[in-house]
């Protein structure tokens, strides 16, 4: 009988390490309004609006949202709407209360665009806690074919101490247009320290019903 129950709390505890090992390492989605432009007021005759783009800050030059009838041979990475920014004008994001994590990589993807009629120019996109750069990428959509939209990323890791401030999503034309869809962020622990572990109550929680579960499969030649 004592082996028995010895044998049943060990799976049990074993089995919540495991879960609780592999939720403290999963990837975290961070929520971005308007990711992927989708959200973006009445659109002109032509098919393109002047902005502002919902959940966006425009700051210089010119952006707005704009389909993709014409301008390109595939479809879009999400929905039927892209960002355009030109002249110089950058939008931004800032996501109110979220901050950066001790010990984790966060991950900045977006899809840029180069039109079929090739407006190719520099542009860059960044990750900032406050008023601090983490990373920036930057390149020329004239690299794109023609037509398509490329993935883009950027990374960053942090130590055991962070900048302080609010994330911030920028991204930046520096002449005629790049085009934007699909933003992404996501947070991810390093080996060396969990992000998100779960709450000890719901481990406990989980452990003793899977520690009862694993005593009623115990055979009853086993049990006094």
């Keep these: 009988m004592k082996l028995s129950k010895k044998l049943a709390v060990t799976l049990g505890l074993a089995l919540c390490s495991m879960i609780g090992a592999q939720m403290a390492k999963a990837d975290t989605v961070v929520p971005i309004q308007n990711a992927s432009f989708e959200d973006s007021g009445s659109l002109g005759s032509l098919g393109y609006n002047l902005g502002p783009i919902p959940g966006w800050t425009t700051t210089g030059g010119q952006a707005g949202s704009q389909v993709a009838t014409g301008l390109y041979s595939t479809p879009l990475p999400d929905g039927t709407l892209f960002a355009y920014t030109n002249n110089g004008a950058t939008l931004s994001q800032t996501l109110t209360g979220v901050s950066l994590l001790a010990n984790s990589t966060y991950t900045l993807s977006v899809?840029?665009?180069?039109?079929?009629?090739?407006?190719?120019?520099?542009?860059?996109?960044?990750?900032?806690?406050?008023?601090?750069?983490?990373?920036?990428?930057?390149?020329?959509?004239?690299?794109?074919?023609?037509?398509?939209?490329?993935?883009?990323?950027?990374?960053?890791?942090?130590?055991?101490?962070?900048?302080?401030?609010?994330?911030?999503?920028?991204?930046?034309?520096?002449g005629t247009q790049t085009d934007w869809d699909d933003v992404a962020l996501s947070v991810?622990?390093?080996?060396?320290?969990?992000?998100?572990?779960?709450?000890?109550?719901?481990?406990?929680?989980?452990?003793?019903?899977?520690?009862?579960?694993?005593?009623?499969?115990?055979?009853?030649s086993l049990k006094a």
Excluded: C, H
């Excluded at 930057?138 to 401030?165: D, H, K, M, Y």
């Excluded at 320290?193 to 009862?212: C, D, F, K, Q």
């Design 111 to 174: 899809y840029v665009g180069n039109r079929l009629d090739d407006l190719a120019t520099d542009y860059s996109f960044s990750l900032m806690a406050g008023s601090t750069v983490l990373n920036t990428f930057s390149g020329n959509n004239g690299t794109i074919t023609p037509g398509t939209f490329q993935q883009e990323f950027l990374t960053f890791t942090t130590g055991a101490t962070v900048p302080a401030g609010d994330l911030t999503i920028v991204l930046s034309s520096a």
């Design 188 to 220: 991810a622990p390093n080996d060396d320290g969990p992000v998100n572990t779960p709450e000890p109550g719901s481990i406990w929680m989980l452990g003793a019903g899977l520690i009862g579960l694993a005593g009623l499969a115990v055979p009853k």
